[in-house]
């Protein structure tokens, strides 16, 4: 396949603006599925640190979903003809905290497209930038990496593992299962079969098991610092992710405060086998 860079660059520059309301319910549904013993939300409270993704939602007639389950390609992304589409990671800025209750805005714009010939094949890697606000003005700024790669080959070795960090001030221990990932997708709107449809993700896309959503592990990541360091205000964060994680074993979301900075914290998700799947850093105010 001959890939025209071109063609998909002409979207870069492009802008979409969107509303929405931090409505309560997905607030609390998300709160009960990390198991937190919350009081019910209510209105005026801040949405807690990367919660704003329960919001926007992408909303696609069912006749313009894909085989895949996500919405068919084209419209404000560029419409890259690669079958694996995956959110690779973001950096994000929180400015101050939205409020439950409040109408909010997001402008989003296209600031590259990129191809790279990987060892695998093609590879494109779309940049966008999200500015989150309300009638106040902005509150959270978010880049986030969007990668489009064709399926792996039969004959495809698996890229050599990286181990997780040492020295773990906490770890917690999940063991992902299909309801875990139901409820998440449900929550976030995630059609995305690889998710659910295990016959789809194993023998389609060549995943080992259901595969764990990307953002659900850097929401676990976050609420891990919530949990750990209550009080802590979060002003950055930002995730990368290196290993899909699927629901055949558990996973372990852990952290520690930086020795020679306090204000910075390293954060990760290791497999059950010391493999490093997730790397991310928090700054705090």
Not at 109 to 128: M, N, P
Not at 192 to 210: M, S
Request: include cysteine; aromatic fraction near 8%; proline fraction near 8%.
């Amino acid at each position: 396949m001959v890939m025209d860079i071109a063609y998909l660059q002409q979207w870069t520059g492009r802008t979409e603006e969107v509303q929405d309301q931090v409505t309560l319910t997905p607030m609390t549904a998300l709160g009960a599925m990390l198991d937190r013993d919350d009081p019910p939300s209510a209105r005026g409270d801040d949405l807690p640190p990367l919660w704003h993704w329960l919001y926007f939602l992408p909303v696609p007639r069912q006749s313009m979903v894909g085989t895949d389950g996500h919405p068919k390609r084209g419209g404000f992304l560029p419409p890259v003809d690669l079958p694996r589409r995956m959110w690779a990671g973001s950096q994000l800025e929180f400015l101050r905290p939205l409020k439950a209750g409040s109408t909010i805005t997001r402008l989003s714009s296209i600031e590259s497209v990129a191809h790279k010939q990987g060892r695998t094949g093609d590879l494109v890697f779309v940049k966008v930038k999200h500015e989150i606000g309300d009638a106040n003005g902005r509150a959270i700024v978010e880049r986030q990496d969007i990668v489009y790669r064709d399926h792996p080959a039969a004959s495809e070795k698996p890229a050599a593992s990286q181990a997780a960090p040492a020295g773990a001030q906490w770890a917690r221990e999940i063991n992902p299962d299909p309801v875990l990932l139901f409820r998440y997708s449900a929550l976030t709107l995630n059609g995305h079969r690889i998710h659910y449809d295990r016959p789809y993700a194993t023998g389609e896309e060549g995943y080992e098991g259901l595969v764990v959503h990307g953002p659900l592990l850097a929401t676990l990541l976050m609420d891990s610092l919530r949990s750990e360091l209550p009080g802590a205000r979060v002003e950055a964060f930002s995730f990368r992710a290196i290993k899909p994680v699927v629901d055949t074993s558990p996973f372990y979301v852990c952290g520690k405060r930086d020795e020679s900075d306090p204000s910075k914290v390293s954060l990760w998700i290791a497999g059950s086998d010391g493999s490093l799947r997730m790397e991310a850093t928090a700054v705090l105010k």
